[in-house]
């Protein structure tokens, strides 16, 4: 790690020479407070991924787009193909996904899937890290991801296609991508459509034993949104969009004798209608969600046992209204929600002599809340952000947090942020109820209805001077949800089971810096994480000592282009536990990568980029081996933009 920041550091040494002001310090974000700031001003710690950072990274979804970010990291979920975030060691059921300010996860059957989300109507994203279930309820105790779309004023259409190309991989292309981005405009109508379809082939990690490690996808959704303007600040959005995803994977289960070929496949449907008015200082919303997720197993494990298949049915309306109320020193937010999630899970298990089928789970959540919170300016220097949410659940009742946050510029250069609050989070339907079926790798995870909601206690501090910045975080926590074997399930698979753990710790600190001298912009990032489960005295699953990054980016004048840019990153995940009461231990891994973009003119762009180049894997067998399945990679994207 030393020899590869020297290296980089020595090819760009001119970046110590002066120093220029980032105008990512302008942005306007929204999520940190609910109301306009731009990043340099606000209160609370915003992250944020621009236009520019998306179509620099060639990034074909939100996944990939802040993968990047310091202290963050992807990690897979449970039972889909795709992929959930991990800040400040929360998971992605700690992190509430937001686009436009409305939830977009599918309240436990799709969980917060990074990887199935759209990229191509995306203006920016704006990450707040750490407790923010004041201004967003319960899923948000871990941090908040908002995905701000662009705003149309023009009629536009934008081809992409990427192909992806998998080192060892013995099909061509392993992945390809294709979006289409369209406008239509009229007087004060716009019509917004974004269109993407997705085709991953099979992959099975060398050295190669005829089962496929990674299933073959087949995936497309469809977006449409119809704006009209009221006036300048003043609109109505009106949205549906369809979602679509196959997989299916192919693999030998090993008996007394014989070697049997079996397949598992998952089916993911999702159908949403939207209506959103925002103006006049008020921000309403009203939503329907239905989706419904299958999975067929054939099993021939025992000689009258042929093949299960569950069906997972939810639908979810969510309304939601908040009003702003402004003074000379005072921004009064405040909002109500309402919400009801409708789930059926039923299990067909088909043998040699009958079919049978049951009900696994019927039920219904109803929630209600209520929040309000006081932004006050209290001099040129001091700003006070204070807030309380009560919110009722039918299933876990009555529950009420405060948070507060300050802010305190020292001095031009020197500023303080502080929060400190409760947390609260109800377990969501996939823990309580969903079972994945993970038999084709030998385990399998089970919802548990018994768990009880968690409760957090939760600090952070940070200091920013210049283009540094230093931050704390303290998160003591009761109850939190996580899996752990239970071996009292005798089948032939490791069993995991959601259950709480009395108590636990997360803290830790980072640090780093952005500079951007003359034409190169440096950032540096490292985490250290630490936690402890308060029962046992271990640490907890999943969750790296140390991450560190390191990336460096700069335009480069090439003939007959208009304009091009290439960035070199390093990002390290140290060891972690897999199994902490077994003492497995994966180990930490450095990933190199490197991308080429080009713009030839204003129509036609197209990037290179070598992912993984380092071409870290895991080792083939080894549950516990949590590096990157997927060696090195090769990314082509290619994208035409006529208006």
């Given at each position: 790690?030393?020899?590869?920041?020297?290296?980089a550091l020595l090819?760009?040494?001119?970046?110590?020479l002066?120093?220029d002001?980032?105008?990512?310090?302008n942005?306007?974000?929204v999520?940190?407070?609910?109301?306009?700031?731009?990043?340099?001003d606000?209160?609370?710690?915003?992250?944020?991924?621009?236009?520019?950072d998306?179509l620099?990274?060639?990034?074909?979804?939100?996944?990939e787009a802040i993968?990047?970010?310091?202290?963050?990291?992807?990690?897979?979920?449970?039972?889909q193909?795709?992929?959930e975030?991990v800040?400040?060691?929360?998971?992605?059921?700690?992190?509430?996904?937001?686009?436009?300010g409305a939830p977009i996860?599918?309240?436990?059957?799709?969980?917060?899937n990074?990887?199935?989300?759209n990229?191509?109507?995306?203006?920016?994203?704006e990450i707040v890290?750490?407790?923010?279930?004041?201004?967003?309820?319960?899923?948000?105790?871990?941090?908040?991801v908002?995905?701000?779309?662009?705003?149309p004023k023009?009629?536009?259409l934008?081809l992409?296609?990427?192909?992806?190309q998998?080192?060892?991989?013995k099909?061509?292309?392993?992945e390809?991508?294709?979006?289409v981005?369209n406008?239509l405009?009229?007087?004060?109508w716009?019509l917004?459509s974004?269109w993407?379809?997705?085709n991953?082939q099979?992959?099975?990690?060398?050295?190669?034993?005829?089962?496929e490690?990674?299933a073959?996808?087949i995936?497309?959704?469809?977006?449409?949104k119809l704006?009209y303007?009221?006036t300048?600040?003043?609109y109505?959005?009106?949205?549906f969009?369809l979602v679509?995803?196959?997989?299916?994977?192919?693999?030998?289960?090993?008996?007394?004798g014989?070697?049997?070929?079996e397949?598992?496949?998952?089916n993911?449907?999702?159908?949403e209608?939207?209506?959103?008015y925002?103006?006049?200082?008020?921000?309403?919303?009203?939503?329907s969600n239905?989706a419904k997720?299958t999975s067929d197993?054939?099993?021939?494990?025992?000689s009258?046992?042929?093949?299960?298949r569950?069906?997972?049915?939810?639908?979810?309306?969510?309304l939601?209204?908040?009003?702003?109320f402004?003074?000379?020193n005072?921004?009064?937010?405040?909002?109500?929600?309402?919400?009801?999630?409708?789930?059926?899970?039923?299990?067909?298990?088909?043998?040699?002599?009958?079919t049978?089928a049951k009900?696994?789970v019927?039920?219904?959540i109803?929630?209600?809340?209520?929040?309000?919170?006081?932004?006050?300016?209290v001099?040129?220097?001091?700003?006070?952000?204070s807030?309380?949410?009560?919110q009722?659940d039918?299933?876990?009742?009555?529950?009420?947090?405060?948070?507060i946050?300050?802010?305190?510029?020292?001095?031009p250069?020197?500023?303080?942020?502080?929060?400190a609050?409760l947390?609260?989070?109800?377990?969501?339907i996939?823990?309580?109820?969903?079972?994945?079926?993970?038999?084709?790798s030998g385990y399998?995870?089970?919802?548990?209805p018994?768990?009880?909601?968690e409760?957090a206690?939760?600090?952070n501090?940070e200091?920013?001077?210049?283009d540094l910045?230093?931050?704390?975080?303290?998160?003591?926590?009761?109850?939190?949800?996580d899996t752990?074997?239970?071996?009292?399930i005798?089948?032939?698979?490791?069993?995991y089971?959601?259950?709480?753990?009395?108590?636990?710790?997360?803290y830790?600190?980072s640090?780093?810096?952005s500079?951007?001298i003359?034409k190169?912009?440096?950032?540096?990032n490292?985490?250290?994480?630490?936690?402890?489960?308060?029962d046992?005295?271990l640490?907890?699953d999943?969750?790296?000592t140390?991450?560190a990054s390191?990336?460096?980016?700069r335009p480069v004048?090439l003939?007959?282009?208009?304009?091009?840019?290439?960035?070199?990153?390093?990002?390290?995940t140290?060891?972690?536990f897999?199994?902490?009461?077994?003492n497995e231990?994966?180990?930490?891994?450095?990933?190199?990568?490197?991308n080429?973009?080009?713009h030839?003119?204003?129509?036609?762009s197209?990037s290179?980029?070598g992912?993984n180049?380092s071409?870290?894997?895991?080792?083939?067998?080894?549950?516990?081996d949590?590096?990157?399945?997927?060696?090195?990679?090769?990314?082509?994207?290619?994208s035409?933009?006529?208006?």
């Amino acid at each position: 790690m030393k020899k590869i920041l020297g290296i980089a550091l020595l090819l760009y040494s001119d970046i110590l020479l002066a120093d220029d002001k980032s105008v990512l310090l302008n942005t306007l974000v929204v999520t940190g407070t609910k109301t306009e700031k731009t990043v340099a001003d606000s209160p609370v710690a915003v992250n944020v991924v621009t236009k520019k950072d998306i179509l620099a990274s060639n990034a074909t979804s939100v996944a990939e787009a802040i993968e990047a970010l310091p202290g963050l990291r992807l990690k897979e979920i449970h039972g889909q193909s795709g992929d959930e975030l991990v800040m400040q060691g929360m998971t992605g059921n700690h992190i509430l996904v937001l686009k436009d300010g409305a939830p977009i996860h599918n309240f436990g059957i799709s969980g917060s899937n990074l990887s199935r989300i759209n990229i191509n109507d995306v203006q920016r994203i704006e990450i707040v890290p750490g407790n923010a279930s004041v201004l967003y309820g319960s899923s948000a105790m871990g941090g908040v991801v908002n995905i701000i779309t662009n705003t149309p004023k023009e009629e536009w259409l934008s081809l992409t296609t990427t192909i992806k190309q998998n080192q060892d991989d013995k099909y061509t292309p392993s992945e390809s991508v294709f979006q289409v981005d369209n406008g239509l405009k009229l007087d004060n109508w716009t019509l917004a459509s974004q269109w993407q379809f997705r085709n991953r082939q099979p992959y099975d990690t060398p050295p190669t034993d005829n089962s496929e490690d990674i299933a073959q996808l087949i995936a497309a959704d469809v977006n449409e949104k119809l704006t009209y303007r009221h006036t300048k600040k003043t609109y109505s959005d009106l949205w549906f969009s369809l979602v679509r995803e196959d997989t299916d994977r192919e693999y030998d289960e090993q008996t007394p004798g014989s070697v049997l070929r079996e397949t598992q496949q998952r089916n993911y449907r999702s159908q949403e209608l939207g209506y959103r008015y925002k103006g006049h200082s008020w921000d309403l919303s009203l939503k329907s969600n239905a989706a419904k997720l299958t999975s067929d197993t054939d099993n021939l494990k025992t000689s009258n046992y042929l093949d299960e298949r569950r069906q997972t049915n939810s639908d979810n309306v969510l309304l939601q209204a908040n009003k702003t109320f402004s003074t000379e020193n005072h921004d009064i937010t405040s909002g109500v929600s309402f919400s009801q999630i409708d789930i059926e899970q039923t299990l067909t298990e088909t043998r040699l002599s009958a079919t049978t089928a049951k009900t696994e789970v019927n039920d219904t959540i109803k929630g209600t809340e209520f929040f309000i919170q006081d932004d006050w300016y209290v001099t040129d220097e001091l700003e006070l952000v204070s807030g309380i949410r009560t919110q009722w659940d039918s299933g876990f009742g009555q529950q009420t947090v405060p948070n507060i946050a300050v802010r305190w510029d020292v001095s031009p250069d020197l500023f303080i942020r502080s929060s400190a609050g409760l947390g609260y989070r109800v377990p969501n339907i996939k823990e309580r109820y969903y079972r994945f079926d993970h038999s084709s790798s030998g385990y399998e995870v089970i919802g548990n209805p018994d768990l009880e909601p968690e409760v957090a206690k939760s600090l952070n501090v940070e200091l920013s001077y210049k283009d540094l910045t230093v931050q704390t975080f303290y998160k003591d926590i009761t109850n939190l949800i996580d899996t752990s074997l239970d071996e009292s399930i005798e089948n032939g698979l490791d069993t995991y089971l959601y259950s709480n753990i009395n108590s636990a710790l997360i803290y830790g600190a980072s640090i780093g810096i952005s500079h951007k001298i003359n034409k190169v912009q440096l950032s540096a990032n490292y985490q250290w994480t630490k936690t402890k489960d308060q029962d046992t005295g271990l640490q907890l699953d999943h969750r790296p000592t140390h991450i560190a990054s390191l990336k460096l980016k700069r335009p480069v004048s090439l003939p007959h282009i208009k304009s091009s840019n290439v960035s070199l990153s390093a990002r390290y995940t140290g060891e972690q536990f897999y199994d902490a009461k077994k003492n497995e231990k994966s180990q930490g891994y450095l990933l190199l990568n490197a991308n080429l973009s080009m713009h030839f003119n204003d129509q036609w762009s197209v990037s290179f980029s070598g992912k993984n180049l380092s071409d870290v894997k895991n080792e083939s067998g080894i549950d516990y081996d949590l590096r990157p399945m997927i060696g090195r990679q090769w990314m082509l994207t290619l994208s035409y933009t006529p208006y």
